[in-house]
């Protein structure tokens, strides 16, 4: 909740004009911390709020990242981060978030290691 400038000021002048800060707090219905940094502020000679930053944008596009990924399927992280303008962390958990897994086991690999299993002998007896 945002309290207007003129209530501040009438807060700030009754403490500076001597009330005390628990009857302040208890009149005005404040907090101490708010009365704190409202007095802060005043010294400052700016009561009222500063403002808010603008909200950032989303960097990584979802579908520019998915064409991307399509066409170039060996790119590392960082070359897709360097795409962006991001850090390689960004693209690795959106890449998470759209399922899209990095690391490809292929067919023959797995075959050439069944059969190698096969292969080998274990002496069971010693």
């Not at 579908?63 to 693209?91: M, R, S, W």
Request: aromatic share 8%.
């Amino acid at each position: 909740m945002t309290y207007s400038i003129d209530f501040r000021q009438c807060v700030v002048n009754n403490v500076n004009q001597g009330m005390k800060w628990d009857d302040a707090v208890n009149l005005f219905q404040i907090s101490r911390s708010t009365l704190s940094k409202w007095i802060k502020m005043e010294k400052k000679g700016e009561l009222s709020d500063p403002l808010r930053q603008e909200y950032k944008t989303r960097k990584i596009d979802k579908n520019k990242l998915i064409t991307l990924v399509e066409t170039e399927p060996d790119g590392a992280l960082a070359e897709y981060a360097q795409h962006f303008n991001c850090c390689p962390q960004a693209i690795a958990s959106c890449l998470k978030k759209l399922e899209i897994t990095r690391k490809k086991k292929l067919y023959f690999i797995k075959k050439e290691m069944k059969t190698r299993g096969k292969n080998t002998k274990v002496n069971s007896k010693r």
